[in-house]
């Protein structure tokens, strides 16, 4: 008579697709399907469930970028194609977030330059990718396009739709089969909402992955915690609107005080423990993608959920 | 007349000969055929029927599959012809590959492109295809053109091409038949649309593709079945002059655009307001001294107020505004006059109900203005222009224009049409003043006297959600928010505005104890919001199973078992009650979403209310409530109370000044002989 | 299942003698239903309603102190699985461990450290809890030594022995025994002495067995030697193995399925082969006593952060204190922002004003930490409290201008606040992402 607690779940997590290999119409050399939970965050049975994946970040224009990842990877984020290279086979992250950036410049118009970027990363690696796009509703329609054309078949993860600009990325997404990012300001019911609304321009559920948004370590981050923890527990209490696997991605880590701030002796590492104990606190909370960019912090990741996990590593179909 | 007898087209006449035509024509076909750059052979055909159509069999086969439909019949013939004879040369496009349509599917899906239209035949005037064209253009719609139209526009100089949304299908109207295979494929695309599921193709077509139809003279009997065959698709078939019968819309040729995209939905939003002054809720709290003001009105020094109707749509014209009275011009720096505000909203979605909810806005949007500023509201306003905007060329129409531009940019779902009358005449003024207050009586009298029986659905709130994860607020017209600032009538107009929001609606079901108020559709409600931590919801009680709280009610009422009766202390009163705690230390103790038997947070109207303690009784329940809230609600409290014939009733209940412990709360209540001591035990 | 307070209240005397320290019996129902109140506070309970309402009102988990004087810490009385159901009320106790095996000079520098070091965030300082000692030598003697040198320190520090001989713990308690130290810990072999040890010296116990089940029978064992302050060691392989039980161990023990869970957790994140994620994990998943080695600043620094953070009381935000702040160099002519206290929108804005590189003054008043929306439809944002913050904080002798910058959704206050305090009021954009903007287009227009 083994002693066990209960939860009384009564729902899953819905699963998404990120990347498509060749059987599947892509050029990834591996694809994942993320979410399916049943229960709380590593205490599935079931074996062939798989650990978090780790995304990391690059970006277009390194300009506005964290000086720490500028002086860790040095002249690597100005070849962008090298960069990308060395995240995959040297980082050896899962996936790769492409940051378009340079589309934040004011009276940004060169897309079709968009279009490049995009070819350029996916040929420079063969994982599955991650766009984050503009957030200019001038150029957003334009720029969403591009990435949805130039990324037609490869199943990419476009970024990011809010209540209230959410048309072009959905657009993209439809046109070109894509899956697509959705988040909303640490409100489960505003997140709620916005998967209804996409719904209703006819995104599918197994398409959209929530971005609950989360605030740094000590900036915030105890309400993403929170907002990561209710969205799961609707979802296993059968709420279908909420049933999606969640990102978690905090942008704002390498740039508070206390990093910013360090003796530059020991900045990376604070840098690291900053992102590292985020994306941990996160994942135990049901964040199905941790997002990083110092490239230090995601072996440690991946060893830790080797642990948490105490099965094999991410899920992939090859 | 006699003019219109020798041009008229029988509609359903040339409709029946032309389907009779197409029948006996499919059997003609001997080629095969095939489109290049598509994945999805003959659309129309394959969105419908899942075949794949190449040859005679096929389209034999499809076309009676589909009861012999004119518009299968087409896209066969057509894509024959264009095998037979090859493709028309530029401009004409014909038929249009995949991935172009996907362009144009993300164009429509992203908002860019409002709507498709199809403008097709042989304009009788020049001039006239290129007005449309131009005002299509204007309204964001994609348009495409078949048959001479097209050398029509050209001839005028009109620019044709994906570029300027005028797409030239071809250089007959048959060729509109590629409009109807792109939307087939636009809802394959993006539209989730199985080959082979017709009813969803229809359904699609019908309610997500914003399509219209244009016809001009000049089609032949087999395009009249074609472009007639198109309603069952939900395109409006407007036709100019020349047609009668059948179900097409005879329109002007000035109108025709704006008639087509009001049948189908499609609104243009608005994005500016041409007027000049700045419009912006940073204005909002800015107040215009008198040192400062141009003009005022109302306010007291004359005689104003502010209406909003709801209209039908024929009875009034978007953007109209109109003042009946003098201009600013003729009013003199720093004059008070008279002002009517009457707002005429017309919409499919509009109700009567919303009336009053709008015009509360009037009050935001006039405030908005760099220089215009109002208070209050109903005949009750003050509003006043500031020198600096009428130095600046404001005038009162211009209010007009601000008011109009607002309401449709901030409703553009609800909202078709607004039009705006600004009454200056102080005659006017006075007459309409006076319809406008029959018009708030009769509101009054609406909502006071709506009655929890006479409505099968309540409505639920989870606007506190964030402090109070499993809480939800069902407020019924005798029982509002506990927050007191959302009542029945508040839940319910937010729901038909934004369904997916925070107001949902409750089936209230069938009534399990009517005393108590507990109804199988709240419980069921209830049980799925609080993801199963509450199983049942009794709305009128306090002592089985009350609401759940959030944080924000207003006022908390509890039970005094000692002395038989409930007692109610609100946010306000800092002291330590009979019960032995402060309001504080209770609401930290029920608050977060909890059920607490005995305990129920509420809005402070709410002790108004009949229902108020109709689970234990009535309001002779109630014991105590603190001095200040017990003067602010004492003239309407007194008159409930007489009404129910409790007429001495108001003095036994006690207040602080009067008992602060339970001890003597009870020597109270006893010496003034409260009813509660002598009711049914609590507990 | 927990008694709600009506029906608590139905097997109190209902005398309202006020004995148990509570004006009404409805009050103390209250509280007991609350799990705040000792049901032994009533003096005319009979014992069967006693047994009743005991078990059912008593804090589902055990409130375990460890330590004594100024650095003591408690642990438990937790009553939910996530905090956002109500809130974690104790935050975990984390120590640095040292080895009887080190030296005496490194064993005292890494007292002194836990003893010294102080991370302040946000108005707290954040420290670390306690040393545990390791009896790695396996010899009685020179544990006790280890122990002494950590108490000559005089740092008063919560100890936490971790010996399995109880002989050896025996030892060190000569030199600890009376300041509440931790013991860890009783197993299937040695639990009637260390029981008895725990007893002896009144000090909390570490109850360690290697599944749910026979921990459940190892507490039942031990406390019918005696043993009541406990905390459970669920020892776990990995930390797969450390989430699945912490957490069974928390869901059990708040649905009062199992009292004998109803302990605090213990977690020794430096033999996890993985510290910093059995840290984090630690934190997040319910551990109350969480053992590590000695951190480097980075991983400190964000685990006293992580701790802080998820041991916030979700209902009660966090604020800054007013006064005005500074974004950078702010000269005379900077710019002068206004807003609330809550720490998310200080924040915030900050760290948009950082980015747009525009020297400036912060001036946070104080709403209580309500956020702007909140605190202007509360009416705790008005045209007094802007006045009254602008002359407590000396403002205007620190600008030249009359300028200030109100946050977008304050903006119905604007032309109070212009009346009250004679300053010109620029009404800011609503999203503080877009104060950059604002700052480089609006706020140059003023200069």
Redesign the interface.
């Known amino acids: 008579m083994a002693i066990e607690a209960q939860f009384g779940w009564s729902g899953t997590i819905g699963e998404v697709t990120l990347g498509a290999t060749r059987t599947d119409g892509g050029t990834r050399r591996i694809s994942y399907r993320i979410g399916g939970g049943t229960t709380l965050p590593f205490l599935e049975k079931n074996t062939t469930s798989s650990s978090p994946l780790i995304a990391f970040e690059v970006c277009d224009y390194p300009q506005f970028w964290s000086p720490i990842v500028r002086n860790y990877c040095g002249d690597l984020v100005n070849n962008l194609a090298e960069w990308t290279k060395t995240a995959d086979t040297a980082y050896k992250a899962d996936l790769i977030r492409l940051h378009l950036n340079s589309t934040r410049q004011r009276n940004f118009t060169e897309i079709p330059a968009v279009g490049k970027t995009v070819e350029t990363v996916l040929a420079a690696s063969s994982l599955p990718l991650i766009i984050e796009g503009s957030n200019e509703p001038k150029i957003d329609s334009e720029v969403f396009r591009q990435c949805g054309e130039s990324g037609q078949g490869e199943r990419l993860l476009l970024g990011t739709a809010e209540a209230s600009h959410y048309r072009s990325i959905a657009a993209a997404a439809l046109a070109y089969n894509h899956s697509l990012i959705a988040q909303s300001p640490i409100d489960v019911n505003l997140a709620k909402q916005l998967n209804i609304l996409l719904k209703e321009i006819g995104v599918q559920r197994d398409h959209i992955v929530i971005d609950p948004y989360t605030g740094a370590l000590g900036y915030g981050f105890e309400y993403s915690y929170s907002a990561i923890e209710r969205i799961r527990f609707a979802a296993l209490k059968g709420d279908t609107d909420l049933a999606m696997p969640i990102i978690c991605s905090a942008p704002d880590t390498l740039s508070i005080k206390e990093v910013r701030e360090a003796d530059p002796a020991v900045q990376d590492a604070i840098a690291v423990s900053w992102e590292f104990y985020t994306g941990i606190a996160a994942a135990a909370a049901g964040a199905e993608i941790i997002c990083v960019r110092h490239p230090a912090t995601i072996g440690m990741l991946r060893q830790a959920f080797a642990s948490m996990q105490a099965r094999a590593g991410p899920e992939g179909v090859q | 007349m006699m003019r219109g007898m020798i041009r008229m087209t029988d509609v359903e006449l040339a409709k029946k000969r032309g389907e009779e035509h197409l029948k006996e024509t499919i059997p003609a076909i001997k080629k095969t055929f095939a489109y290049e750059d598509t994945a999805y052979h003959l659309p129309i055909s394959f969105a419908l029927t899942g075949t794949a159509v190449h040859d005679l069999n096929t389209a034999r086969d499809v076309f009676t599959k589909t009861g012999n439909n004119p518009i299968v019949a087409s896209e066969c013939l057509l894509a024959e012809k264009t095998a037979t004879s090859g493709k028309e040369n530029a401009p004409f496009t014909g038929f249009i590959g995949d991935t172009v349509i ?2 144009l ?8 492109i409002l709507g498709l239209a199809l403008v097709i035949g042989t304009p009788d005037s020049p001039g006239t295809a290129a007005a449309i064209c131009r005002e299509l253009q204007e309204k964001y719609m994609l348009t495409f053109l078949a048959g001479p139209v097209i050398s029509s526009l050209s001839d005028n100089g009109v620019k044709l091409g994906l570029e300027y949304r005028l797409i030239p299908l071809g250089s007959t109207p048959a060729y509109g038949i590629h409009f109807v295979d792109i939307i087939a494929r636009v809802a394959m ?4 649309v199985t080959p082979g599921d017709a009813g969803r193709l229809l359904a699609y077509a019908a309610e ?1 593709a914003k399509a219209i139809v244009i016809v001009f003279p000049g089609l032949s009997d087999d395009e009249i079945a074609l472009v007639d065959g198109m309603r069952v698709l939900g395109f409006p078939i407007l036709s100019l002059g020349d047609y009668s019968g059948g179900a097409w819309i005879p329109s002007g040729a000035d109108e025709v655009v704006r008639k087509g995209m009001e049948e189908k939905g499609i609104r243009v939003n608005i994005t500016a307001i041409p007027i000049p002054m700045g419009c912006s ?7 215009i001294r008198k040192e400062e003001m141009y003009v005022e009105f109302g306010g007291g020094r004359s005689t104003a107020f502010e209406l909003l109707r709801m209209r039908s749509p024929d009875e009034i014209k978007d953007g109209q505004v109109t003042v009946i009275g003098p201009e600013i011009g003729s009013m003199k720096e720093g004059s008070a006059n008279p002002l009517g505000i009457i707002i005429e909203v017309a919409g499919k979605m509009m109700k009567k109900d919303y009336e009053p909810v709008l015009e509360r806005r009037i009050h935001n949007f006039v405030n908005y203005g760099e220089g215009s500023w109002h208070v209050a509201q109903r005949d009750l306003i003050w509003v006043r222009l500031s020198k600096e905007a009428v130095a600046k060329g404001v005038k009162i129409e211009h209010l007009g224009k601000l008011l109009a531009g607002k309401f449709r940019m901030d409703f553009p779902q609800l909202l078709d049409a607004v039009a705006v009358t600004l009454i200056t005449d102080p005659v006017k003024v006075a007459e309409a003043r006076k319809d406008a207050e029959r018009i708030y009586e009769e509101r009054d009298a609406r909502i006071k006297g709506m009655r929890d029986n006479e409505v099968n659905t309540y409505y639920s709130c ?1 606007l506190c ?3 109070a ?2 809480h939800v607020c069902v407020i019924t017209p005798e029982r509002p928010a506990l927050c007191g600032a959302i009542s029945w009538l508040d839940g319910k107009i937010a729901y038909e505005i934004s369904p ?3 107001n949902q609606p409750v089936e209230k079901g069938a009534v399990l104890n009517a005393q108590n108020g507990e109804f199988e559709g709240v419980n069921r409600f209830v049980r799925k919001a609080s ?2 931590e509450i199983d049942r919801c009794s709305l009128y009680s306090v ?1 089985e199973y009350p609401m759940t709280c959030c ?1 924000c009610f207003e006022a908390i009422a509890l ?4 002395v038989n009766g409930i007692m109610v202390v609100n946010r306000e009163f800092k002291g ?1 009650t ?4 402060s309001f504080s230390t ?1 609401a930290g ?1 029920i ?2 979403g909890a059920q ?4 129920a947070g509420i809005s402070k109207n709410y002790i108004l209310s009949d229902r108020f303690l109709q689970g234990e009784g009535g309001i002779e329940r109630l014991v105590w409530i603190p001095s200040q809230l017990k003067d602010e609600l004492k003239n309407r409290l007194v008159q409930k109370l007489a009404d129910k014939g409790l007429v001495d009733f108001f003095d036994k209940i006690a207040d602080e000044t009067k008992a602060t ?3 003597e709360l009870m020597v109270c209540l006893e010496k003034a002989g409260h009813p509660a001591l002598a009711m049914k035990p609590l ?1 | 299942m927990a008694l709600k307070a009506l029906d608590i209240y139905k097997l109190l005397p209902k005398k309202n003698c006020k004995e148990c320290g509570d004006p009404t019996c409805l009050t103390f129902a209250m509280k007991l239903a609350g799990g705040k109140a000792d049901v032994d506070l009533c003096p005319y309970l009979d014992e069967q309603a006693k047994s009743v309402l005991g078990a059912t009102t008593r804090p589902p988990i055990r409130l375990v102190k460890v330590g004594v004087g100024e650095r003591f810490f408690k642990v438990g009385e937790e009553t939910v699985l996530y905090r956002h159901e109500k809130t974690f009320y104790h935050p975990p106790g984390i120590v640095f461990q040292v080895s009887d095996t080190q030296s005496a000079d490194e064993i005292a520098a890494i007292t002194r450290r836990v003893r010294d070091e102080t991370f302040t965030r946000v108005g707290t300082d954040l420290r670390f809890s306690g040393i545990a000692i390791r009896n790695t030598s396996g010899s009685a003697e020179t544990f006790a030594g280890a122990v002494a040198t950590v108490e000559h320190q005089q740092a008063h520090l919560p100890p936490v022995l971790i010996a399995s001989d109880p002989a050896a713990l025996s030892a060190a308690l000569v030199h600890c025994g009376s300041y509440r130290p931790l013991l860890h810990a009783a197993d299937r072999k040695n639990y009637k002495e260390m029981s008895a040890l725990s007893r002896k010296h009144g000090c909390p116990l570490v109850i360690r067995a290697p599944t749910i089940d026979d921990l459940v029978q190892l507490v039942k064992d031990c406390t019918a030697e005696g043993a009541q302050d406990i905390v459970l060691d669920p020892a776990p392989e990995n930390l797969s193995a450390f989430i699945t039980r912490s957490t069974q161990i928390r869901q059990l023990a708040i649905t009062r399925s199992v009292p004998e869970l109803g302990y605090p957790v213990w977690l020794d994140a430096s033999s996890t082969g993985y510290q910093d994620a059995a840290l984090v994990l630690g934190i997040v998943k319910y551990a109350s006593v969480i053992v590590t080695s000695p951190l480097a600043p980075g991983p400190a620094k964000a685990c006293l952060t992580l701790r802080q953070n998820i041991y916030t009381d979700p209902q009660k935000p966090i604020q800054m204190n007013p006064g005005l702040y500074h974004v950078g160099n702010p000269g005379r002519d900077a710019p002068v922002l206004m807003t609330v206290n809550f720490s998310l929108t200080y924040f915030t804005l900050e760290g948009y004003l950082e980015s747009s590189r525009v020297p400036c003054f912060m001036l946070i008043v104080d709403t209580e930490g309500l956020s702007v929306l909140t605190a202007v439809a509360a009416g705790k944002l008005n045209e007094t409290l802007v006045k009254d913050s602008l002359k407590k904080f000396g403002v205007e002798n620190e600008v030249a201008h009359r300028k200030l910058i109100i946050p977008g959704y304050a903006s119905p206050l604007s032309g109070r606040i212009e009346e009250a305090t004679g300053w010109k009021v620029l009404v800011g954009p609503r999203d503080a992402a877009e104060i950059g903007d604002f700052l480089h287009e609006e706020w140059k227009k003023q200069e």
């Open positions: 996907r362009k599917g993300y164009s429509l899906v992203d908002g860019s695309m993006f539209g989730g997500r809720p940073a204005f909002e709290g800015k107040s989870t959600q964030t402090f994860p499993n997916s929001g925070a993801h199963g002592m944080g039970m005094l078992p000692e330590i009979p019960s032995g705690m209770l103790t608050g977060g607490t038997p005995g305990f412990t339970i001890e507990v």
